[in-house]
């Protein structure tokens, strides 16, 4: 930085594709501060430096990152945005990385630095990578295909949807920068990235003549006979020259600013070509499932379910009997029963297997350090999915380990509470995602407590397990469409003690111009945690109705055993 005549840096938690689940080589905050969790804005300078969270991660930061170097702040509290409005001064000099701000990040950033006297730096490079002597490298992963029979559509009629819309728009060229929308687009799928089956890739798509795709390093002959007469494929190496050559034909292009790094429209302004902004067609195209995804949806539910009511099962029985059990091991028991499940394809995210105190921390990972033993009494919170061809799955759930306290049972049925009020809602089209939010949240605020996570977020069809542009928080701004799919997570968290959540995946459908949620997720909820005379008989209805489903869907699928748990576990209250 000094070199450089700069005495700030920024560095944000994603890549070059603004991910939330990054590839190894990519986790650079993690290499440089020790924190693990997937959101964070690093501000170093010269004499300090400060690292900004979200209230998901305060428990967990605190724990992973020296605060001898960094100051840590909640953004719930201060953003790196105020805290910048706060803090330029004149003459400051800032390092900003292009590949890793988005252009409307990169907009919102330069605004407030030159506002306040500051300049920028920008780099075309990744500035911190200098000193990633021992960065893990790009290593050739497989692309595959998603066939029809799962996709519901084949990319050819996706590629004319796409034209129909660019067409209406008067764009000719539009530069997808979304690895899930390229990869839903021409259904195509990598194990590129943990537990996100996207391809890392850039298009530039022309609605008259051939399309460019961008890859990573594959040599896929596969991929290029499936797509030859419609793409064309080129290495990631090749974008800059690539852009050079489209400068010479073309004098404007399309890009979303929220997704687009900002070194594609700086790069393109120098060539004097003219920058558009407008969103990301495939993004509301992808999250309306069609039919043949809502059913894959349903279908992978019922085998995840399957997995999910074994492995209560077997933690019932082992406990009961004074096994050993450590958050690692029941971790590892919930992964080997779903890697029998047909059309499994691994792990939607790294699971939360959080006893006590750990259950606390809202998206806790076990560690060998962290490591504790199931014992009674205290509660064990798990938040696990799969990713299977046809579905991606996603459920939280409490359990009483022993004997629960009334405290501990009274915050679970006021979660319960919420999780079922949101559940039952019918509502209209215009209805934001804040106003849903607010629902879940009810029966907490009675006792003034809260949850520092959103409510609900959307999910891909094996694709991301956080997908939007659906999701239902405080701040959210979404409004619905039948066919998406979004989760249901209420929790409460006493720090160092405990933690609640239940998390069912919901499906939106349309009935009569009003919009509702039918409950994907099929596992039952811990009865012993309910105090049933905090339930109304609305409550206690649904409750009853929702495992009497339980057990018809799941029941076929287990032997004498399990089945004789499970209807003991889904008796009426």
């Given at each position: ?156 009629k996706k590629i004319i949807q796409i034209k129909t819309i660019l067409k209406k728009r008067k764009i000719e060229n539009f530069f997808f920068s979304s690895p899930a929308s390229i990869s839903w687009l021409l259904n195509i799928r990598s194990d590129e990235v943990q537990y996100t089956p996207i391809v890392l890739s850039f298009l530039i798509f022309n609605i008259n003549q051939k399309s460019l795709l961008f890859l990573n390093n594959h040599k896929d002959y596969e991929i290029k006979k499936y797509l030859k007469k419609s793409i064309r494929i080129l290495n990631i190496r ?227 397990v956080h997908e939007g542009p659906q999701s239902i928080s405080k701040k959210s701004e979404t409004t619905f469409v039948n066919g998406m799919i979004v989760s249901n997570e209420p929790g409460f968290y006493k720090s160092n003690e405990y933690g609640i959540r239940i998390e069912n995946l919901l499906l939106i459908i349309e009935k009569k111009k009003k919009l509702s949620f039918e409950v994907l997720t099929l596992a039952p909820i811990d009865t012993k945690l309910i105090i049933n005379e905090m339930l109304t008989d609305e409550e206690k209805n649904w409750l009853n109705n ?28």
């Amino acid at each position: 930085m000094k070199k450089e005549a700069c005495n700030y840096y920024i560095l944000p938690r994603t890549d070059e594709y603004q991910n939330e689940f990054l590839p190894r080589y990519s986790e650079r905050v993690s290499w440089l501060t020790g924190f693990s969790g997937s959101f964070a804005v690093i501000i170093i300078s010269i004499n300090k430096s400060i690292i900004f969270t979200d209230g998901r991660y305060i428990d967990q930061i605190n724990k992973e990152v020296d605060k001898k170097l960094f100051k840590i702040i909640n953004i719930n509290f201060k953003d790196s945005i105020q805290w910048l409005k706060e803090n330029v001064k004149n003459k400051d000099r800032f390092i900003l990385d292009s590949w890793l701000f988005s252009s409307k990040q990169f907009l919102v950033l330069s605004k407030i630095i030159k506002k306040k006297g500051g300049k920028i730096n920008v780099k075309e490079e990744i500035f911190m990578d200098r000193i990633w002597n021992n960065k893990p490298k790009v290593t050739k992963k497989r692309i595959f295909i998603r066939e029809e029979k799962y996709s519901g559509l084949n990319y050819k009629k996706k590629i004319i949807q796409i034209k129909t819309i660019l067409k209406k728009r008067k764009i000719e060229n539009f530069f997808f920068s979304s690895p899930a929308s390229i990869s839903w687009l021409l259904n195509i799928r990598s194990d590129e990235v943990q537990y996100t089956p996207i391809v890392l890739s850039f298009l530039i798509f022309n609605i008259n003549q051939k399309s460019l795709l961008f890859l990573n390093n594959h040599k896929d002959y596969e991929i290029k006979k499936y797509l030859k007469k419609s793409i064309r494929i080129l290495n990631i190496r090749d974008l800059k020259d690539s852009l050079t050559h489209f400068t010479k034909t073309n004098s404007r292009i399309t890009i979303d600013p929220s997704k687009t790094p900002y070194f594609v429209e700086n790069f393109l302004k120098s060539k004097n070509v003219k920058i558009i902004y407008e969103k990301d067609p495939c993004i509301i195209l992808k999250a309306k499932k069609n039919n043949v995804e809502i059913k894959g949806a349903k279908n992978a539910h019922i085998r995840d379910g399957v997995s999910i009511v074994k492995f209560l099962f077997w933690l019932d029985k082992n406990i009961e009997k004074n096994k050993y059990v450590s958050e690692k091991s029941a971790s590892t028991k919930l992964y080997k029963l779903r890697e029998k499940n047909k059309l499994f394809q691994g792990l939607s995210f790294e699971t939360i297997s959080g006893y006590g105190s750990n259950g606390s921390i809202v998206h806790y990972r076990v560690t060998e350090k962290s490591n504790k033993i199931l014992k009674k009494n205290n509660l064990f919170l798990f938040d696990s999915g799969g990713q299977y061809l046809d579905g991606t799955t996603d459920i939280t759930r409490t359990i009483s380990i022993g004997n629960p306290t009334n405290e501990q049972k009274n915050f679970f049925t006021r979660v319960l509470k919420g999780n079922i009020a949101l559940t039952k809602t019918i509502f209209k089209k215009n209805v934001k995602g804040k106003k849903l939010d607010s629902i879940a949240r009810q029966y907490l605020l009675e006792k003034k407590k809260d949850y520092q996570h959103g409510t609900g977020h959307g999910v891909g069809s094996f694709l991301n397990v956080h997908e939007g542009p659906q999701s239902i928080s405080k701040k959210s701004e979404t409004t619905f469409v039948n066919g998406m799919i979004v989760s249901n997570e209420p929790g409460f968290y006493k720090s160092n003690e405990y933690g609640i959540r239940i998390e069912n995946l919901l499906l939106i459908i349309e009935k009569k111009k009003k919009l509702s949620f039918e409950v994907l997720t099929l596992a039952p909820i811990d009865t012993k945690l309910i105090i049933n005379e905090m339930l109304t008989d609305e409550e206690k209805n649904w409750l009853n109705n929702y495992h009497i489903n339980v057990f018809k869907k799941i029941s076929g699928f287990l032997n004498k055993e399990e089945n004789f748990w499970l209807k003991k576990n889904t008796t009426a209250i």
